[in-house]
């Protein structure tokens, strides 16, 4: 690789291994590295890069390209120092005159099939093909064409009399982001290693043998868009040619200097190297060192950026007097003071609560905490909430009640040590797509996976990878699931009594004990009600048991239901029934949806939280900001979403600031939503574009992307992650600064120059952040908080020696089915989700080429269900629900049961939150997406409520042209 | 040539009798060569799912076999040795000649179906080269006119 990449970055080779020192010399150099180790890694850690082309450090060693040859002594002939491990006091020489001479034998042949086009080449100062022939000293090839038989090369296209090269291949440009160019291919297969080793998609595959050997994506016939490739780069990362090449680079040429920074779309936080040319982003790439994703990427991060720079984007302010009038293009400070005198006027008429915040989850720590600092210190009031309100709160409550922390308690690499993974209303591969590949690594190493959810998602069965158990439980009756797997446990006695007696409260649990082994919450009790197999499910809970490490891996599934809370405490009820908590390879860890949703719980963004999750209700919590920002705050817990929304209805509630969040498309019951917003009489919206949102807003301020911005993401393991600022906010200022602007207005007096500063207060005031500043970032790359004295250097695992709350708490978990039920009207369930391609309400992906693989939302309907209806493949069908009602695309399909359906909510146009009812989780008001009763029945075209919608946010979207 | 599309139970029927085996893939797949001539494309599916492959994988296994056809082959395959013993023995004359008798292309099949032509890299005949092999059978010091029978005898 290239010196503009950060120094460490080298490619060793092959993989990194554990094991005991072995000290060997290689060049007369002494070294030491572990047991295990190649003797390419080890001569790499001593400086020493042996010529290589089919290693990288991502896959294992191959053997195949002969280059990275050197003499042992005391052994014969020439081993390859890829699949040569170390050994204690070997002597290895890399360099004599017998190897240049082989070396160069072999670079010969290989560049004997290759086109000599280097200074046209994409891949041209970014080739290894390039770089060996330089390092091996190739001078001539000698190797001509056959006289009178054809070309015998792949490269070229004709030969000179015009005949066609029968072994010629043209380009596959099918993906929408990188393409593949057989002529250049030298047949290495790391990229098949690497979607079979890094990605474990196995798309990929050599095809033919000899010289015949092509590498072809699927099967006989396909192209990359058409084979089972996932696009996540790893093969583009690993190729050494320009065969697989971004059409960034091709088009732009290749980068001269990188920032590392963090995604912005999943809650596994990937580190990225953005790469540049000039002021130019050309390419973003995966970082090897990022912990969260150790130089893995999914489409999304790795390509899906262009939305920076879609024409949609507005960058300039905007007002208006009513949601009816067109936007009106004005200046930051008109904007700004059209925005405070407004809240400010809407105080005095209405009160001091009748304003309030949502903060974004996809917004930096900084700018989260400012938000709502701007409610709490500004506002004067707590009326600030955000979207986890809608996602993991329950979570929040959950695992906070129940352990002590508001959080996952392993990091992703603990994934690498479980036996037995329990995944339950989550689908990584999709939503969590890099943590999806580590874990099927594992996986494919031998761990056993019980998957817990309505549908066969992937993991249940792809290559390589078979769930042991899938349980299909009925949507909204996870309680009875998770309590049915406690009633085996206990009943038979699986349970870990050392560790309950130890780490938990033993008269809580004799109480729980008691109540759980009740035989009605026996499997074949619950069997009824469930839908799932009694027996199925014992086997499952012995297994989790008793099969060495149990890791729980949890999504939105178990969170958006009315007993959401519940649910959780009922997976930390297991993990510490079976004392699975505490070392690598087990815990209760929810896979979080948004970037930066875990940041944004953390920085007091609920209306009854003080950062660090200190509830407003405590004086001396109150006094630590009171005495630094020189205010009052209110004691007494602001509103959330839905209150909010109620209370606008209700005419108290008049203003609001909501930053990168579209509540209108995200939050259950749409049409209630946009009654909410239509009654207030100033919506701020600050967003990047017009989202549907802001067809109700006042005031639009254009928000900046991730690009633009220096700050932190803290991802689903508490890790604290740089943003860095690649190119200059295309709106003018970062959403901090806007923030800060928008409070000065409003008669603050807030000076911060750089988020650092933001940092430090944070830093000061709460004490699960007390050690974290910039400089330490910088230092370390990420820090998992807690980060404080006691953990100078942050908290991979959590509640290792003990729980963070003292003794675990075992708490009751009685089933209330949820008051969503089928019946004649309504007789199918409705449950919702995502899919890889696409993020959250699609703001983003949607405005990328990611529409490639999913340019509409579809209802997922079991065969049956849909043969009784009339509905065929791809039929118009309505979808209605007590809320309302839309239509889609049907797709039939046995992943999901009979009497249960299934779609996602990335498209405005399908609305599936206008069928969502505002059923919500009983302690934290997370709505119930995962459950709504529906009916389905063939349709013509849109809704009454599409047309209607469609034809207001056209109304609502109108700019005026910008006054002279 | 026209056998009939293999019915999904009778492929059923040969995946079964091999899963329990290690390494299932290649008998599997010679099984299903025996059984209806070529490895037939319904087939694709069901193996990828039984032994949770990639439909990848499978191309890469099935591709890198030669002998693994995807279609029928005639009546009977007449397979011509092109390594170097047995091209430095009039070899290449030979196949050059029986391909123009027959009118078809390496891997090609006569057009009533009789004989499909396949190249083969050393028949471990070299002391009797040139040498080809029809069906089961294996030949040495095979002419034109010997060829010339065989074929005849083949119906081509």
Redesign the interface.
């Known amino acids: 690789m290239k010196d503009f990449i950060i120094p460490d970055d080298r490619d060793m080779g092959t993989p990194a291994r554990v094991g005991a020192p072995v000290t060997l010399e290689i060049d007369g150099i002494a070294v030491t590295v572990p047991a295990g180790t190649s003797v390419m890694r080890a001569a790499a850690e001593a400086g020493i890069q042996i010529p290589k082309l089919c290693a990288t450090d991502s896959v294992e060693a191959f053997g195949s390209c002969r280059l990275c040859l050197v003499e042992i002594e005391g052994r014969r002939g020439t081993p390859a120092s890829c699949t040569t491990p170390v050994a204690p006091g070997m002597v290895v020489n890399t360099g004599t005159s017998r190897l240049r001479k082989l070396r160069r034998g072999v670079m010969e042949l290989y560049i004997s099939d290759h086109p000599l086009d280097c200074l046209t080449c994409s891949a041209n100062g970014d080739c290894e093909l390039q770089d060996m022939a330089g390092a091996v000293g190739l001078r001539d090839v000698r190797y001509e064409a056959p006289e009178n038989g054809g070309l015998a090369n792949h490269f070229e296209a004709r030969n000179t009399s015009g005949e066609a090269n029968p072994a010629w291949m043209p380009k596959d440009d099918s993906n929408p982001y990188f393409s593949y160019d057989p002529s250049k291919c030298i047949v290495c297969s790391r990229c098949v290693r690497a979607c079979e080793e890094v990605q474990g998609t196995f798309a990929l595959t050599i095809e033919g043998r000899g010289f015949d050997s092509r590498v072809s994506a699927g099967g006989a016939g396909d192209d990359f868009l058409g084979s089972d490739c996932v696009s996540c780069g790893a093969c583009v990362q690993a190729c050494p040619t320009a065969t697989l090449q971004e059409k960034s680079i091709i088009e732009m040429g290749t980068p001269d200097r990188s920032v590392v920074t963090t995604c912005a779309y999943c809650g596994v936080g990937c580190s990225f190297k953005a790469e540049m040319n000039g002021d130019q982003l050309v390419r973003m790439t995966p970082y090897k060192h990022g912990k969260a994703n150790s130089g893995h990427s999914c489409v999304k991060g790795r390509f899906a950026y262009g939305y920076a720079h879609h024409k949609d984007r507005i960058l300039s302010p905007m007002i208006r007097e009513r949601i009816s009038d067109p936007w009106r293009e004005v200046s930051w400070e008109e904007a700004l003071s059209f925005a405070a005198s407004r809240l400010r006027g809407l105080q005095a008429e209405y009160g001091q609560k009748s304003i309030g915040v949502i903060t974004s989850s996809r917004c930096t720590n900084e700018e989260t905490y400012l938000v709502q600092k701007l409610a709490r210190a500004v506002f004067g009031n707590n009326n600030t909430d955000t979207c986890a309100r809608v996602c993991h709160s329950p979570t929040g409550y959950g695992l906070g009640q129940t352990f002590g922390t508001s959080a996952g308690t392993q990091d992703f690499a603990s994934v690498d040590h479980a036996d037995v993974v329990i995944v339950i209303g989550a689908n990584p591969t999709d939503g969590h797509p890099v943590f999806a590949s580590r874990l099927k690594k594992r996986l494919r190493a031998g761990a056993k996976l019980i998957v817990i959810d309505p549908r066969r998602i992937d993991l249940v069965k792809s290559p390589h990878v078979e769930a042991s158990h899938h349980l299909p439980l009925r949507p909204g009756t996870n309680v009875a699931v998770v309590s049915a797997m406690a009633h085996v446990i206990v009943t038979e006695g699986l349970m870990n009594e050392d560790f309950i007696r130890t780490r938990c409260d033993w008269d809580e649990f004799q109480h729980y004990a008691e109540f759980i082994s009740d035989p009605r919450h026996s499997p074949e009790a619950t069997a009824m009600l469930t839908g799932v197999d009694p027996e199925e499910l014992r086997a499952a809970a012995r297994l989790y048991a008793t099969g060495g490490n149990g890791a729980i891996y949890y999504g939105l599934g178990v969170t958006e239901h009315s007993q959401g809370s519940t649910t959780v405490m009922g997976i930390a009820n297991l993990a510490m029934l079976t004392g699975n908590i505490g070392r690598p390879g087990v815990g209760v860890n929810p896979l979080r949806g948004q970037n930066n949703v875990q940041g944004a719980c953390d920085m007091g963004s609920f209306p009854h939280e003080l950062p660090g999750y200190r509830h407003v209700k405590g004086a001396e919590v109150r006094s630590i900001y009171e005495s630094l920002w020189g205010v009052e705050i209110d004691p007494e817990p602001g509103l959330r979403i839905p209150n909010m929304l109620d209370a606008a209805v209700d005419g108290s509630f008049k203003g609001l600031y909501c930053q990168g969040e579209d509540i209108l498309q995200s939050d259950p019951d749409t049409k209630h939503v946009a009654a909410g917003l239509a009654a207030m009489e100033c919506v701020i919206v600050h967003d990047l574009f017009l989202n549907e949102t802001a067809n109700y807003a006042h005031v639009f301020l254009p928000g900046s992307t991730f690009l633009e911005k220096d700050g932190t993401f803290t991802n689903a393991e508490r890790r604290i992650n740089r943003v860095r600022r690649v190119i200059p906010p295309r709106n003018g200022y970062a959403d901090w600064e806007i923030t800060q602007m928008l409070a000065n207005a409003m008669g603050a007096n807030w000076s911060y120059a750089h988020p650092a500063q933001i940092m430090e207060e944070i830093a000061l005031t709460t004490p699960s952040f007390a050690g974290v500043d910039y400089a330490l970032l910088e230092e370390k790359g990420s820090v998992q908080w807690p980060c404080n004295a006691e953990h100078p250097e942050g908290t991979p695992l959590m509640h290792v020696d003990g729980f963070m709350r003292g003794q675990g708490r075992f708490i009751i978990t009685e089933y209330v089915p949820t008051d969503e039920k089928t019946g004649p009207r309504f007789p199918l369930l409705l449950t919702t989700g995502r899919i890889l391609s696409q993020y959250n309400v699609g703001a983003q992906t949607r405005r990328t080429d990611n529409v490639v693989w999913h340019e509409e939302d579809l209802l997922e309907i079991h065969p049956h269900d849909a043969e009784v209806r009339g509905v065929a493949e791809g039929d118009w069908v309505r979808l209605a629900s007590r809320s309302g009602e839309t239509t889609l695309r049907a797709t039939l399909t046995d992943r999901v049961s009979p009497g249960v359906v299934y779609t996602t909510f990335h498209h405005p146009d399908t609305q599936a939150n206008v069928i969502t009812t505002d059923f919500s989780d009983w302690a934290t008001n997370c709505p119930e997406y995962k459950v709504t009763a529906v009916q389905v029945s063939l349709s013509n075209g849109p809704s009454e409520w599409q047309e209607d919608y469609a034809e207001q946010a056209a109304l609502a979207r109108r700019i005026l042209p910008a006054a002279e | 040539m026209s056998s009939p599309t293999p019915a999904t139970e009778d492929i059923q029927t040969i995946l079964a009798e091999h899963l329990h085996l290690e390494g299932p893939l290649l008998p599997i797949l010679h099984a299903l060569q025996e059984a209806f001539g070529h490895i037939p494309k319904a087939a694709?599916p069901l193996i990828?799912d039984a032994l949770?492959?990639?439909?990848?994988?499978?191309?890469?296994v099935i591709?890198?076999y030669?002998d693994f056809r995807?279609k029928p082959a005639g009546r009977h395959v007449l397979k011509i040795c092109r390594a170097e013993a047995c091209q430095s023995m009039g070899g290449t004359v030979l196949a050059e000649a029986t391909l123009a008798k027959l009118g078809v292309a390496w891997h090609g099949t006569t057009p009533n179906g009789a004989v499909t032509v396949e190249p083969v890299y050393c028949l471990g005949l070299c002391a009797c080269a040139p040498a080809a092999m029809l069906d089961d059978r294996v030949l040495g010091r095979v002419d034109e006119e010997r060829m010339g029978k065989l074929l005849a005898e083949a119906g081509a």
């Open positions: 694709h990828t949770n492959i990639s439909r990848a994988e499978l191309h890469g591709s890198f030669h995807d």
